[in-house]
């Protein structure tokens, strides 16, 4: 109900009554967080200490005693960012993506918020929406994809869960936030389409899912800072798109004039007041900025804290990090690992491989992703050489971290089998924090992170290691860890199977290990392409104060000029084989319907994500070949065959009419394709006129 934008907009005359009864100041002081200029210092010094970090306990703003309670800030997306050593890991975002489970990332959001309310939180600011135009940008593993379409369905079904427990959900970074090292000071541009197309439905879809909250990004948009931009926070999110809930500030910088951030749509300057609070009252009182501006926010912050507040849900710390958590932790990873390749060598079998290599620094570290402000403390992680030790103790473990190229040939060789662990870490890609960008911030336990600069390929050592020792022992696998696209080509050929793990969360060790010995059946795809040549991807200047995003990226940018790509969009290989047949398709009452058969034809149980595309080739307009409009999971016994329906509704097919300035639908015959990635091979295509 709290979600429900009618029963919120029900208390709009309570909301206004209260804020008859306050003065300017009182106003004013609901539109700030609760730390102060004069207390940076403290805080940021809070953050180094060692029994301390970064949003230990909830960041309050607003509030006024005996009426309206603050706003209670608590950091994620991969967990609640609060306490030390208790708080449930889930694995990032972008492994979560790749699990293409709606219903599992509701879920998922019960779990955080339930963990928020015991920390005595009331917001939830984990949904991070952004589209990584190149995969290189650092914080990619804080989303679920490259696809605006499923970032959307993801997204809206985190907002649910959260707010199911009477904690408000809070979608970032509004918008076009896909670049670390520059976020600062990068202006972005884009044309009318590819904003509206591309960069701006998924925000829509979880403000439709009734979001209480959005954060504004750092950068500038056509060079004006996202935090005070009048175009994307008023007209379009609150005048278009009907947002009744209130708009943040990303901390400290994400706002640097009281006037045009105030006037512009900011309802909330997050996490110290600096340019709201006294300036503020100083800017109204000079006639800068109208009253009713602040009126507005006060309302917005008002009612929107009092749906979430009135008999709301309550949980102790034993819900924190409890087994009921972890177990779908675990569930989330083992859903999202992902095969990519298999040439006969997995899933290992425990009684044949007696002895096991395992190579590589990351098998034998806690790996569970970047230290930024995502970063969660969970009671434990398990590694991967952990996980294989529990999942199989019978078999003997011989470790190598790859250091000495002889020493893990001479392991792989003397080894039934062996597996590399190669990747990223917190130093390699994450949220960016320069040396003196939050003062004495950086000497915080902030680590590096930032964009990956060095591409999208894995280290030249980790490349030389693979291609060294892979051709050792025929029954070698590279289990991959990171937080966006990996590219394969140039020592793909020296390995007989690959995983792509992402930052699987505090239980990914043991999955890991689980899906490889099979006692997990893989069933993640892809939520990236993997392209033969980096250089086929839109390229960005991670430290550049502009960059354009074109119309294409990701699998649409290679569809539509013609190059294959290594691995596509929503691939995925599993233990055993799925056949896809009688497909039929129809439009009715304002919605596309797809239905095929679903046959699981291999010797054990497997998931398979079954994905609609829509195709333009009738379309007066530039249009991408097909885009993803729709999928489903399901789960299927060896010889079980099911009937699976997928719909979208017909406005999701929409392109953006910039004469217009609004989204039209084409009156013409579309193609339709079902099947399970978004390779041409992998589809049965038929079409639909609308």
Known sequence: MRADKAY?????????????????????????????????????????AEDSHYNITPYAAGGIDGVIPPVQFCDGPRGVVCGIGQTTCFPVSMARGATFDPALEEEIGHAIGREVRAFGGNLFAGVCINLPYNPGWGRSQETYGEESFAIGRMGAA??????????????????????????????????????????????????????????????????????????????????????????????????????????????????????????????VRDGFVPESKVDEAALRLIRTVLAFDRGHKEYDMSVVGCPAHIALAKRAAEESVTLIKNEGVLPLDKKAVRKLAVIGKLANVENIGDHG??????????????GIAKVAPDVEVVYADGSDIEA??????????????????????????????????????????????????????????????????????????????????????????????????????????????????????????????????????????EQYYGYYHGYTKLEKEGIAPLYPYGFGLSYTTFDVSDAAFCVQDGVLKAVCRVKNTGKVAG????????????????????????????????????????????????????????????HMVHQVYIGTSADNGDLIKGCVEI
Request: aromatic share 10%.
């Open 8 to 48: 919120r907009l029900s208390l709009t005359e309570e909301a206004k009554e209260i804020l008859g009864r306050l003065t300017l100041e009182q106003k004013v002081d609901l539109m700030g967080a609760n730390f102060y200029m004069d207390k940076l210092q403290e805080l940021m010094d809070s953050l180094g």
């Open 373 to 386: 402000s995502s970063r969660v403390y969970p009671a434990y992680a398990v590694t991967p050489l952990e």
């Open 408 to 545: 893990a040939k001479k392991a792989a060789a003397e080894a039934d089998a062996a597996v590399f662990v190669v990747g990223f870490n917190h130093d390699d890609e994450g949220e960016y924090i320069a040396g003196d960008d939050f003062g004495s911030m950086s000497g915080a336990a902030m680590s590096v992170g930032g964009d990956r600069k060095g591409g999208l390929a894995l280290h030249a050592d980790e490349v030389t290691l693979i291609n060294a020792v892979g051709p050792v022992n025929r029954k070698f696998a590279v289990v991959m860890i990171g937080g966006n696209t990996i590219t394969t080509k140039e020592w793909q050929d020296s390995v007989g199977a690959m995983l792509m793990a992402y930052y699987p969360g505090q239980e990914g060790g043991t999955v890991i290990a689980e899906i490889l010995f099979g006692d997990v059946n893989p069933s993640g795809k892809l939520p990236f392409v993997i392209p033969a040549d980096e250089k086929d991807l839109p390229q960005v200047d991670w430290e550049a104060t």
């Open 607 to 666: 998931a398979e994500v079954v994905q609609m595309y829509v195709g333009f080739e009738n379309s007066k307009v530039d249009r991408p070949v097909k885009i993803l409009r729709g999928f489903a999971r399901v789960d299927l016994a060896p010889g079980e065959e099911k009937q699976v329906t997928i719909e979208c509704p017909v406005e999701k097919l929409a392109y953006y009419d910039p004469y217009t300035r609004a989204m039209e639908v084409e």
């Open 158 to 283: 985190l907002v649910r869960g959260v707010q199911d427990e009477d904690v408000m959900a809070c979608v970032k970074h509004y918008a076009f936030n896909q670049m670390e090292n520059a976020r600062f000071k990068v202006s972005v541009y884009a044309d009318k389409r590819t904003e509206r197309e591309v960069f701006l439905p998924h925000f829509k879809d979880c403000v439709d899912a009734g979001a209480a909250s959005i954060m504004s990004s750092y950068n500038l948009y056509n060079q004006v800072k996202c935090g005070h931009h009048k175009y994307l926070l008023s007209r379009v999110l609150k005048e278009e798109w009907g947002f009744d809930g209130f708009v943040m500030s990303d901390f400290i910088y994400g706002v640097n004039d009281t006037v045009e951030a105030a006037n512009g749509g900011q309802d909330l300057e997050m996490v110290i007041t600096n340019y709201f609070g006294d300036n503020l009252v100083k800017a």
